[in-house]
């Protein structure tokens, strides 16, 4: 049994970026909101939660920050850590949707409860699987010069993985650049990410052009719910086809599978929920041969430490990862120390809980709303 939590505190923070970044169904510049949790035991433990809603995608902070600290808190305060099954179950019952409040939850009681207990998060989860996490980082850019110094740089840091975001600025551009990209980094795998941004008639001319350049995987053509679409296309093409925005609860990935929407699943805890549901999901694909990638909104390297548990704890979870916004598009993290990547890799923490303190100053400097 660990200790009672006495506190949560629910802050805000602005957080600038470097670049304006273009995804199928919007884009993302200057600064954006992301909602941190900090659950306090009376012994002066502090476990660390991050959400990182994205509008047009997930959800708001505005939401995020509401359902946390009205829903959620309730549920937590006078509850030992330990007891995270049953408070995410009773979150799930007192409140639809906002899977990234409730992310940010369940990072922060697995934060503490391994503290508390001296393991790491990925050992709560079933114990690791993977030492390292091969690393992908986007190109998606609307300044495509910009693009390729970004990806000198990273190739240049032993990266190996690029993923295109494509279907923003017309089918010549996208061409132009898995051209100019193939050519230059013969030996990199090259993944393209449409983020919904086609619609169905212009994925059905458009995504056969993109299969003859072998990307590694194509993602998410259509609008989540055009499943037929996403069916259509599978058939059409060689590459395997990856289901994001169409697939974001064990219930959708169930439905995905049996009718046969995709190959693989880009699974997030913003949209499952947590790191168990993301488990969950990946356990539904493993039985359906169909892989996890891992997958992120626009995290710190808080969150970005929960996707790295969980996707070094899952065996399934084998296509990579994104964690790449805390190194290559924040200009500062939130964690005392760097993100840990090195050669292209991410190195799985070992110590306990999430594995990286917060530095609490760049919190407070960064913080536009707060509530206890
Ligand atoms: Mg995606």
């Known amino acids: 049994m660990t200790s009672k939590i006495e506190r949560m505190t629910v802050t805000t923070v602005a957080l600038p970026v470097t670049t304006v970044r273009n995804h199928g169904i919007g884009s993302v510049g200057g600064e954006i909101l992301n909602v941190l949790v900090k659950l306090e035991t009376a012994d002066g433990l502090a476990?660390?939660?991050?959400?990182?809603?994205?509008?047009?995608?997930?959800?708001?902070?505005?939401?995020?920050?509401?359902?946390?600290?009205?829903?959620?808190?309730?549920?937590?305060?006078?509850?030992?850590?330990?007891?995270?099954?049953?408070?995410?179950?009773?979150?799930?019952?007192?409140?639809?949707?906002?899977?990234?409040?409730?992310?940010?939850?369940?990072?922060?009681?697995?934060?503490?409860?391994?503290?508390?207990?001296?393991?790491?998060?990925?050992?709560?989860?079933?114990?690791?699987?993977?030492?390292?996490?091969?690393?992908?980082?986007?190109?998606?850019?609307?300044?495509?010069?910009?693009?390729?110094?970004?990806?000198?740089?990273?190739?240049?840091?032993?990266?190996?993985?690029?993923?295109?975001?494509?279907?923003?600025?017309?089918?010549?551009?996208?061409?132009?650049?898995?051209?100019?990209?193939?050519?230059?980094?013969?030996?990199?795998?090259?993944?393209v990410d449409y983020n919904q941004g086609l619609t169905p008639l212009e994925a059905l001319k458009f995504v056969p052009d993109i299969d003859t350049f072998e990307p590694g995987f194509i993602e998410q053509p259509v609008r989540a719910p055009n499943w037929e679409v996403m069916k259509t296309i599978r058939a059409a093409i060689r590459s395997p086809l990856v289901a994001d925005e169409s697939v974001f609860t064990p219930f959708d990935a169930l439905r995905a599978a049996k009718e046969g929407i995709a190959d693989a699943f880009s699974i997030k805890i913003m949209k499952s929920g947590g790191m168990r549901k993301g488990q969950e999901i990946a356990s539904i694909g493993a039985a359906n041969g169909m892989p996890g990638y891992g997958g992120d909104m626009f995290e710190t390297g808080l969150a970005h430490l929960a996707g790295v548990h969980m996707c070094a704890s899952t065996p399934n979870i084998s296509l990579g990862c994104e964690f790449y916004q805390a190194t290559y598009y924040l200009e500062t993290d939130l964690l005392a120390e760097p993100f840990p990547v090195a050669n292209g890799k991410i190195t799985v923490p070992t110590t306990p809980g999430l594995g990286i303190a917060m530095d609490e100053d760049k919190v407070r400097h960064f913080t536009v709303g707060q509530k206890t």
């Open 47 to 191: 476990g660390w939660g991050e959400a990182s809603p994205w509008p047009a995608f997930t959800g708001t902070a505005e939401g995020t920050a509401g359902a946390l600290d009205v829903h959620l808190s309730p549920l937590v305060v006078g509850r030992p850590a330990s007891h995270v099954s049953r408070i995410m179950t009773d979150a799930e019952a007192a409140l639809v949707g906002h899977p990234e409040a409730k992310a940010a939850l369940e990072m922060a009681l697995y934060d503490l409860m391994g503290l508390e207990l001296g393991v790491s998060v990925s050992d709560l989860l079933g114990g690791r699987h993977r030492d390292e996490l091969p690393l992908s980082v986007s190109i998606a850019n609307p300044n495509f010069d910009e693009d390729l110094e970004l990806a000198e740089r990273i190739t240049n840091d032993g990266v190996r993985m690029f993923k295109i975001k494509t279907g923003v600025a017309g089918h010549d551009f996208d061409i132009m650049r898995l051209e100019k990209l193939k050519k230059l980094y013969p030996d990199v795998d090259i993944r």
